[in-house]
């Protein structure tokens, strides 16, 4: 039977005869439902549509589809001891992906920053052996594809290895979180923040959303509390969740900046 994947989200749901007959995650205020109706495609009609891509992403590999496909975000690889560490997902994979992926030093996890990326996370891990897939337990009830390799941690942090921790931030879900790298950046650190932190088109600001696609602003105490979970780390770069769309250096002052500007923006 296939696997089901929604056209709007990009999430992957388990197999069944036919498609759900909703998407949980589009159905939620964060998302939306396709104006045509939802739709769905089968693992293998995406693959026919749509490739995988990869390239440098300001010094980091990037996976990503092409033509782009429902969110459009690439997934980035994190090296470390023992393999890779993949950022936030995409919905497919491919054997030309996971070569690619396997040149690099393959994965040795998987972390996501919120629901809107889960992708095709267990496809990506079976590829590389069931390598644990790290989604935070408060966000457990938008898995749309239960897989044994998910670890649903808890907290505010999760250590990965000396160099790589997840940060729960909240924000734009109860377990948003973001990745620290330290040996990002030639050492002087980096943040990956899909868009718990959105970097904007001038890539050197920030911004912070409840609801992108439908305009909701994130309040002023969620945004405070990205901020103090950000405060403690040191880091120089950010990384978006879209080709390019990343800050280069002096990340640390544009987070503080945009966090400033921001709360002034909402504020009465």
Not at 146 to 173: C, N, Y
Request: aromatic share 10%.
């Amino acid at each position: 039977m296939p696997l089901w994947t929604c056209e709007t989200c990009g999430a992957q749901f388990p197999e069944r005869a036919t498609p759900p007959s909703s998407c949980l995650v589009c159905e939620d205020e964060r998302q939306y439902v396709n104006w045509k109706g939802q739709q769905w495609l089968t693992r293998e009609a995406l693959a026919a549509r749509h490739r995988l891509v990869w390239r440098d992403d300001l010094g980091l590999p990037g996976i990503g589809l092409d033509p782009n496909f429902a969110i459009g975000q690439r997934a980035l690889l994190v090296p470390d001891t023992g393999g890779c560490v993949m950022w936030d997902c995409i919905p497919l994979a491919t054997p030309e992906a996971v070569e690619h992926v396997g040149s690099l030093g393959g994965l040795k996890a998987i972390a996501i920053s919120h629901p809107h990326y889960y992708g095709a996370v267990a496809d990506w891990s079976e590829a590389f052996g069931g390598v644990p897939v790290y989604l935070h337990g408060d966000d457990r009830q938008w898995v749309t594809r239960p897989h044994p390799a998910i670890v649903p941690w808890t907290g505010d942090r999760q250590q990965i290895s000396d160099d790589i921790v997840l940060v729960r931030t909240g924000g734009h879900f109860a377990g948003g979180t973001i990745l620290h790298w330290r040996g990002g950046a030639e050492r002087r650190g980096a943040l990956l923040t899909g868009d718990i932190a959105m970097v904007a088109m001038d890539r050197r600001s920030l911004s912070f959303m409840y609801s992108y696609p439908n305009y909701i602003p994130l309040n002023a105490k969620s945004v405070r509390r990205i901020a103090a979970a950000v405060a403690p780390l040191a880091f120089d770069r950010i990384y978006g969740a879209w080709w390019g769309k990343n800050i280069a250096s002096d990340g640390k002052a544009a987070f503080d900046r945009s966090v400033r500007r921001y709360l002034a923006a909402i504020a009465d």
